[in-house]
């Protein structure tokens, strides 16, 4: 099975800056796309970004300009580095992560939806 787990969360002041990390374990054949997550109390889950096998990225209009998606494929892990960080993106942050578990050393199931945790992310004084 793969197995993600977030880390990185915590607490900071706003307009500073903070990364959080999503590592996916397991047997794993392939990742196809890694992406961000964020939820707070009053609102729903949102998207906040996503980085693709290939290394394309997509942002929402919240994100875009001041957070960065980027990956260490050797280590299957993901991190968003935040900036610029607002009261409103106080929220937990989840890691999608789209990935064909092993079947053989040289072939994998079809690909699948996993979920971490998350972590909590707090801008506040």
């Known amino acids: 099975q793969v197995q993600v787990v977030e880390s990185g969360g915590g607490t900071v002041p706003p307009g500073l800056f903070l990364t959080v990390s999503c590592r996916a374990s397991?047997?794993?054949?392939?990742?196809?796309?890694m992406a961000w997550y964020r939820q707070s109390p009053a609102k729903e889950r949102e998207f906040v970004a996503r980085?693709?096998?290939?290394?394309?990225?997509s942002y929402s209009d919240s994100a875009r300009g001041r957070f960065t998606i980027s990956t260490n494929r050797a280590k299957d892990t993901a991190y968003l580095r935040m900036t610029n960080l607002r009261p409103e993106d106080t929220a937990k942050y989840s890691c999608?992560?789209?990935?064909?578990?092993?079947?053989?050393?040289?072939?994998?199931?079809?690909?699948?939806?996993?979920w971490g945790q998350g972590t909590q992310v707090t801008v506040g004084s």
């Open positions: 397991g047997e794993i054949f392939k990742i196809y796309n």
């Open positions: 980085i693709t096998d290939g290394g394309q990225v």
């Open positions: 999608k992560v789209i990935a064909s578990p092993e079947l053989t050393p040289f072939s994998g199931h079809p690909p699948r939806t996993y």
